[in-house]
Nanobody
Framework: QVQVVESGGGLVQPWGSLRLSCAAS????????MGWYLQVPGKQRELVAA???????RYADSVKGRFTISRDNDKNTVYLQMNSLKPEDTAVYYC???????????????WGQGTQVTVSS
């Protein structure tokens, strides 16, 4: 089984910065993509940023130029550096890891429990 744990959320003022971290642990053979989604009450979860095992990245248009995703493959950890935060970035941020527990298993998406980010003065 694979566990995914986020950290780093909190309250920040507009134009401030936060760094989210997310570590995958457990029985892991390989991890493909890792990334972050956000969710606000009453709406579906939406992609913020993703990063492949080779470092290719993808961002939502709303965060391009402000957020940066990175990963440390040795630590099975992904980071989201969030700069120039806006009130509309307020949401619960969920981390995911697409991982295989063994060479014969299928790639499975594992989710963290979510971390609240609130941007407010």
């Amino acid at each position: 089984q694979v566990q995914v744990v986020e950290s780093g959320g909190g309250l920040v003022q507009p134009w401030g910065s936060l760094r989210l971290s997310c570590a995958a642990s457990g029985t892991i053979f390989s991890i493909n993509a890792m990334g972050w989604y956000l969710q606000v009450p009453g709406k579906q979860r939406e992609l913020v940023a993703a990063i492949g095992s080779g470092g290719s990245t993808r961002y939502a248009d709303s965060v391009k130029g402000r957020f940066t995703i990175s990963r440390d493959n040795d630590k099975n950890t992904v980071y989201l550096q969030m700069n120039s935060l806006k009130p509309e970035d307020t949401a619960v941020y969920y981390c995911y890891a697409d991982a295989k527990g063994s060479w014969w298993s299928v790639n499975t998406r594992y989710w963290g429990q979510g971390t609240q980010v609130t941007v407010s003065s």
